[in-house]
């Protein structure tokens, strides 16, 4: 497998100031990074204030072939980048290259549609005052954008929020997980030192205060991770006045029908709960099966995870699906929801267990499960599918309502009609039917939390570029006139026309254009 020891830092140099960061999968120490107070944040934002200017005056389209040839550049070292997330991260190989293809779509979609999206934008006129005078929309970028981003993907979060501000023409700040930050720091050498690409791109790392220092220094943030941490930055954000957009926890349900394509669906449960061993916003979390499909479903599920192959495979080998999970901590969650469910009368009919040395756990299906237990409840982050059997949609629905999260959901059923009734019904920013995740990925759909959820939402075409700027109203005259009928000084003349014209063009009955009391409409 690929290993770096370091990024520029060396070994005898790991003590206080440095991260260690070590394979989940074996313990060992994979490579170091340096954890920065708030004087370097601070250092480092003011070079990226310094090079901004030049960067939003190329252009989008000056932009775009820088962004491009980043593109290149991760293609070219694709393997080298997997093979180092894959250290850090503990996940599959297979489950590693999705994060390629999330690269791929966000590059090109900016990049192609950037000019389109911060086009000038003509208004068109309304009210009287407005008659003599030509509206537009500028889009100004903000200047400093401050991206933070989870250990779970350690390359494709920071591309779906940093291509888009990079294209706006924002500088970015990120901050990763000090738990994986090895592959975005990559990246950022990789722009600096080989694209050759304007310093408008660096990478700070350490812990939660380096974090705390990037939130006090950009014009703009971004975050995705933990609700608890989400609400904390909110409320920094609040205090400085800032925009913040949160992406946060999820405990996404699958509702499965019973007139649903039911080897489709547990598929579809198998890998949308799974893939990353569990730990995505947007992982099928807990799934709801009407009563007629219900051992069906079961049984066809337990087949599926029973078949999985867990450990971590040898770079482009595919010879694994599910890797470890990324932190001790996140483990003890999982093991804690299982134990809770178990305990209260639910059976584990597949996996349940820790498995063989490192943060592996082996993916679980639970039977026999209710709201009481954790499991179905809290965000479990982890390679679990609890299923619950229901009567009905109506119970389906009430009961994946009843969360503090929305995020997005999963409709499984063969009408889709039918489909299409219980996805308006749900409290969640994405519905997928006959799909997991999906939504998540396509760049031109909105993807934003209800609820504990979040705040804001990224992707969304236009949306999704221009969230990262300013709407700037200019205002400029259709005729050159000398004076303003409504500027001083009011005039008993003038004022009366102008008081006739507002309701000439405002009213809607010709009694009180004519500035008669008209009658009061009905209903």
Same mark, same amino acid.
């Given at each position: 497998?690929?290993?770096?020891?370091?990024?520029?830092?060396? *070994?005898?140099?790991?003590?206080?100031?440095?991260?260690?960061?070590?394979?989940?999968?074996?313990?060992?120490? &994979?490579?170091?990074?340096?954890? +920065?107070?708030?004087?370097?944040?601070?250092?480092?934002?003011?070079?990226?204030?310094?090079?901004?200017?030049?960067?939003?005056?190329?252009?989008?389209?000056?932009?775009?072939?820088?962004?491009?040839?980043?593109? $290149?550049?991760?293609?070219?070292?694709?393997?080298?980048?997997?093979?180092?997330?894959?250290? @850090?991260?503990?996940?599959?190989?297979?489950?590693?290259? &999705?994060?390629?293809?999330?690269?791929?779509?966000?590059?090109?979609?900016?990049?192609?549609?950037?000019? @389109?999206?911060?086009?000038?934008?003509?208004?068109?006129?309304?009210?009287? +005052?407005?008659?003599?005078?030509?509206?537009?929309?500028?889009?100004?970028?903000?200047?400093?954008?401050?991206?933070?981003?989870?250990?779970?993907?350690?390359?494709?979060?920071?591309?779906? $929020?940093?291509?888009?501000?990079?294209?706006?023409?924002?500088?970015?700040?990120?901050?990763?997980?000090?738990?994986?930050?090895?592959? !975005?720091?990559?990246?950022?050498?990789?722009?600096?030192?080989?694209?050759?690409?304007?310093?408008?791109?660096?990478?700070?790392?350490?812990?939660? =205060?380096?974090?705390?220092?990037?939130?006090?220094?950009?014009? +703009?943030?971004?975050?995705?991770?933990?609700?608890?941490?989400?609400?904390?930055?909110?409320?920094?954000?609040?205090?400085?006045?800032?925009?913040?957009?949160?992406?946060?926890?999820?405990?996404?349900? +699958?509702?499965?029908?019973? *007139?649903?394509?039911?080897?489709?669906?547990?598929?579809?449960?198998?890998?949308?709960?799974? !893939?990353?061993?569990?730990?995505?916003?947007?992982?099928?979390?807990?799934?709801?099966?009407?009563?007629?499909?219900? *051992?069906?479903?079961?049984?066809?599920?337990?087949?599926?995870?029973?078949?999985?192959?867990?450990?971590?495979?040898?770079?482009?080998?595919?010879?694994?699906?599910?890797?470890?999970?990324?932190?001790?901590?996140?483990?003890?969650?999982?093991?804690?929801?299982?134990?809770?469910?178990?305990?209260?009368?639910?059976? =584990?009919?597949?996996?349940?267990?820790?498995?063989? %040395?490192?943060?592996?756990?082996?993916?679980?299906?639970?039977?026999? &499960?209710?709201?009481?237990?954790?499991?179905?409840?809290?965000?479990?982050?982890?390679?679990?599918?609890?299923?619950?059997?229901?009567?009905?949609?109506?119970?389906?629905?009430?009961?994946?309502?009843?969360?503090?999260?929305?995020?997005?959901?999963?409709?499984?059923?063969?009408?889709?009609?039918?489909? $299409?009734?219980?996805?308006?019904?749900?409290?969640?920013?994405?519905?997928?039917?006959?799909?997991?995740?999906?939504?998540?990925?396509?760049?031109?759909?909105?993807?934003?939390?209800?609820?504990?959820?979040?705040?804001?939402?990224?992707?969304?075409?236009?949306?999704?570029?221009?969230?990262?700027?300013?709407?700037?109203?200019?205002?400029?005259?259709?005729?050159?006139?000398?004076?303003?009928?409504? !500027?001083?000084?009011?005039?008993?003349?003038?004022?009366?026309?102008?008081?006739?014209?507002?309701?000439?063009?405002?009213?809607?009955?010709?009694?009180?254009?004519? %500035?008669?009391?008209?009658?009061?409409?009905?209903?």
């Amino acid at each position: 497998m690929t290993t770096q020891t370091d990024l520029g830092v060396s *070994d005898s140099l790991r003590e206080p100031g440095f991260i260690e960061v070590r394979c989940p999968a074996d313990g060992r120490v &994979v490579g170091s990074v340096p954890d +920065m107070t708030s004087g370097r944040v601070h250092e480092i934002a003011q070079q990226l204030r310094a090079a901004q200017p030049a960067w939003e005056d190329l252009g989008p389209q000056g932009r775009a072939k820088h962004v491009l040839r980043l593109l $290149d550049w991760v293609l070219d070292n694709e393997k080298r980048l997997l093979g180092l997330m894959q250290e @850090e991260t503990g996940k599959s190989w297979g489950d590693a290259q &999705v994060e390629t293809a999330v690269v791929v779509d966000a590059v090109n979609y900016f990049t192609k549609h950037a000019v @389109e999206f911060l086009a000038d934008r003509t208004v068109e006129r309304s009210g009287a +005052m407005a008659l003599t005078k030509n509206l537009r929309v500028f889009h100004r970028p903000h200047q400093l954008v401050g991206v933070i981003t989870p250990w779970n993907g350690p390359l494709a979060t920071p591309t779906i $929020d940093g291509i888009p501000a990079l294209m706006a023409g924002a500088a970015v700040l990120f901050k990763p997980s000090e738990v994986t930050p090895l592959t !975005w720091a990559e990246v950022t050498r990789g722009w600096l030192e080989e694209v050759k690409g304007p310093p408008v791109l660096a990478c700070v790392t350490g812990g939660g =205060a380096t974090g705390a220092a990037v939130v006090d220094e950009v014009d +703009m943030i971004q975050f995705t991770g933990s609700t608890a941490t989400g609400r904390k930055i909110a409320a920094r954000a609040g205090e400085r006045l800032i925009p913040c957009g949160l992406e946060l926890g999820g405990k996404d349900a +699958m509702i499965v029908l019973d *007139d649903a394509d039911i080897d489709r669906a547990t598929s579809g449960a198998v890998w949308g709960g799974l !893939w990353n061993s569990g730990q995505i916003c947007v992982s099928v979390e807990r799934i709801y099966v009407q009563d007629k499909v219900y *051992d069906e479903f079961v049984n066809k599920l337990t087949d599926k995870v029973t078949a999985l192959r867990q450990g971590m495979d040898r770079d482009g080998s595919f010879e694994t699906d599910i890797g470890a999970m990324a932190t001790e901590n996140q483990v003890r969650i999982v093991e804690r929801h299982v134990a809770d469910a178990l305990q209260a009368g639910a059976r =584990a009919v597949t996996g349940g267990k820790r498995g063989n %040395g490192g943060t592996f756990f082996q993916p679980t299906v639970l039977t026999g &499960v209710d709201h009481s237990m954790a499991c179905m409840r809290e965000e479990t982050f982890g390679p679990t599918l609890p299923v619950m059997r229901v009567r009905d949609e109506d119970e389906a629905i009430r009961l994946a309502n009843d969360s503090p999260y929305g995020l997005a959901a999963s409709v499984f059923s063969g009408n889709k009609e039918r489909a $299409d009734r219980v996805a308006r019904r749900l409290e969640t920013g994405a519905v997928n039917i006959n799909s997991v995740l999906t939504a998540t990925m396509l760049l031109t759909l909105p993807m934003g939390g209800w609820k504990s959820s979040g705040v804001g939402g990224r992707n969304g075409g236009a949306a999704g570029l221009l969230k990262f700027c300013r709407q700037q109203a200019v205002v400029t005259e259709r005729f050159n006139l000398r004076s303003e009928p409504h !500027w001083y000084p009011y005039l008993p003349r003038m004022s009366r026309l102008q008081a006739r014209l507002v309701r000439i063009t405002g009213a809607h009955d010709w009694r009180r254009r004519l %500035g008669r009391k008209g009658k009061n409409r009905k209903g």
